[in-house]
């Protein structure tokens, strides 16, 4: 009887509801505001990939903390990383995160290995990237 209750005074809600879609995910455009929002400490929360080497690595984290700060030049970022993968602790110090303002994009090499990443519309405290790999997409979620 509960559940036909509540069946009959959702149905008119349910029916007037937009439709559910699947929009493609936006992207930040990149300005002095948006880069001044990357600076300072984020905890990372989770992520997600279909890249083999990723998943792996995805397995092993068990926490992960990581900075940015200005870096000597306006197109750049200082990164420093530290994380827990299983039982071991890895710390990289400043490292650079490279901002091409014509894409709005954050791009990182390490070990001749090249990273880019986009920034999703997200409140102020979190940090969604959008990890570009044509061929494997990824998501990061990380909160200050």
Same mark, same amino acid.
């Given at each position: +009887?509960?559940?036909?209750?509540?069946?009959?005074?959702?149905?008119?809600?349910?029916?007037? /509801?937009?439709?559910?879609?699947? /929009?493609?995910?936006?992207?930040?455009?990149?300005?002095? /505001?948006? $880069?001044?929002?990357?600076?300072?400490?984020?905890?990372?929360?989770?992520?997600?990939?279909? &890249?083999?080497?990723?998943?792996?690595?995805?397995?092993?984290?068990?926490?992960?903390?990581?900075?940015?700060?200005?870096?000597?030049?306006?197109? =750049?970022? &200082?990164?420093? =990383?530290?994380?827990?993968? &299983? =039982?071991?602790?890895? =710390?990289? &110090?400043?490292?650079?995160?490279?901002? %091409?303002?014509?894409?709005?994009? %954050?791009?990182?090499?390490? !070990?001749?290995?090249?990273?880019?990443?986009? %920034? $999703?519309?997200? !409140?102020?405290?979190?940090?969604? +990237?959008?990890?570009?790999?044509?061929?494997?997409?990824?998501?990061?979620?990380?909160?200050?």
């Amino acid at each position: +009887m509960l559940v036909t209750l509540a069946l009959l005074l959702g149905l008119p809600l349910a029916l007037t /509801a937009e439709p559910l879609t699947c /929009a493609p995910l936006t992207t930040v455009t990149f300005d002095n /505001a948006t $880069i001044h929002g990357l600076l300072g400490e984020w905890i990372y929360i989770a992520g997600a990939s279909r &890249n083999p080497p990723d998943l792996a690595e995805l397995k092993e984290v068990k926490y992960a903390a990581f900075s940015f700060s200005p870096g000597s030049h306006k197109d =750049e970022l &200082n990164a420093t =990383e530290i994380m827990r993968l &299983n =039982e071991t602790c890895v =710390e990289r &110090n400043t490292t650079k995160i490279l901002i %091409l303002w014509h894409n709005s994009t %954050l791009v990182h090499v390490s !070990d001749q290995v090249l990273s880019m990443a986009e %920034l $999703i519309p997200s !409140d102020k405290d979190l940090l969604i +990237m959008k990890h570009v790999n044509a061929n494997f997409p990824s998501l990061s979620l990380s909160g200050e």
